[in-house]
């Protein structure tokens, strides 16, 4: 029996587990594999206790060139600390233990070249499936998994026009825009800005359309539209506050990391909501709920996402019936306290 020293240990293997419990390799592979073969209950009881005296580990990758399942899934998001993904990964973790599955979690920080680092590794290891939401909505990595059989799941951000058809779970971007300033029009708001994210990212930008076509709809001219966008921060959302023309009455805030910075600038400005100027702000972070007026917020639906997410990859591996192509979410309005009437002359009701 090989001896393991804290310095370099050798990998214990399925011979040495077969040499300490007296019998041959194939018994052991019996016992460890899924196969049915009638073996008696002492032979097999004595390979366990050697393989867990010796602490073997079965070589899923082995096993995996066989053709048979590793039970390793990976999830690849673009923002890691934001709580969109990681309440959807809380979900996905869990549909996927239930399932017998573990889950890798990565994170590509809107990189590229790191996202495209990950998805080879995370191939190399032979993971069963895969659900990715890519940076910047782009397909070349996705198309890694593609080309290796991997079976996998976009998530939030469609791809290009003319990527190979796939599975994907999103919410309505558009509407959460949409619904934002609807909200605020309905108060009586017409001098309504948007202060958000200066992206590429097709489905972040489609935010302000949302917002652009609410105020066409309810007759706000064009020259009336207030659009400012920044980098992805709390500076920004300081800097973009700063810039607010002050007639403006009401503001939608796109993405709640800046949203932080557009508040702080307002508590320190002095600036009350809802009494000098009405927020809605899409997404509902953690720390909404210690704020006092509190706010009302688009809330997009993420744990119904991270549920279906990980369905949609379950039923590509065989796990669970149906053929789940497209699921795109809708957004609901969560009332808060910071929405108030307006005449439209510069008096709140």
């Not at 790191?114 to 996705?142: T, Y």
Request: charged fraction near 20%.
């Amino acid at each position: 029996m090989r001896q393991r020293d804290k310095g370099n240990a050798p990998v214990v293997t399925i011979k040495d587990v077969a040499k300490l419990a007296g019998t041959s390799i194939a018994t052991v592979s019996y016992v460890f594999s899924d196969r049915e073969r009638p073996l008696r209950p002492e032979l097999r009881e004595k390979v366990l206790q050697a393989a867990a005296e010796l602490g073997y580990v079965k070589n899923a990758a082995a096993s995996s060139l066989k053709g048979k399942k590793r039970g390793i899934l990976a999830v690849v998001v673009a923002q890691f600390g934001n709580t969109f993904f990681t309440r959807m990964c809380v979900e996905i973790v869990s549909i996927a233990r239930q399932a017998g599955y573990v889950v890798t979690l990565c994170n590509s920080d809107e990189d590229l070249e790191q996202e495209r680092l990950i998805l080879e590794r995370l191939i190399a290891q032979r993971i069963d499936g895969c659900i990715i939401c890519p940076a910047f909505s782009r397909s070349d990595n996705v198309e890694l998994l593609r080309q290796h059989h991997v079976p996998y799941v976009i998530l939030e951000r469609s791809l290009e026009i003319g990527a190979p058809t796939y599975s994907f779970v999103g919410h309505d971007n558009f509407q959460s825009g949409y619904l934002a300033a609807t909200t605020l029009l309905a108060a009586g708001h017409r001098r309504i800005a948007f202060l958000g994210w200066n992206t590429p990212i097709p489905n972040v930008r489609e935010r302000v359309d949302g917002y652009k076509t609410a105020m066409w709809e309810w007759g706000v001219a064009e020259d009336q539209l207030c659009v400012l966008l920044d980098e992805l921060s709390m500076e920004a959302g300081w800097r973009m506050a700063a810039q607010l023309p002050p007639a403006m009455s009401a503001v939608v805030l796109g993405h709640h990391e800046s949203a932080k910075g557009v508040l702080q600038y307002f508590q320190e400005k002095g600036v009350i909501w809802p009494d000098d100027i009405s927020v809605v702000l899409i997404g509902t972070p953690e720390w909404t709920q210690m704020l006092r007026p509190s706010l009302t917020c688009v809330q997009r639906p993420e744990q119904e996402m991270g549920r279906t997410a990980a369905m949609a990859l379950l039923e590509q591996l065989g796990e669970t019936p149906g053929t789940l192509r497209e699921h795109m979410f809708p957004c609901v309005l969560q009332h808060g306290q910071s929405v108030r009437e307006y005449d439209g002359e510069g008096n709140f009701l």
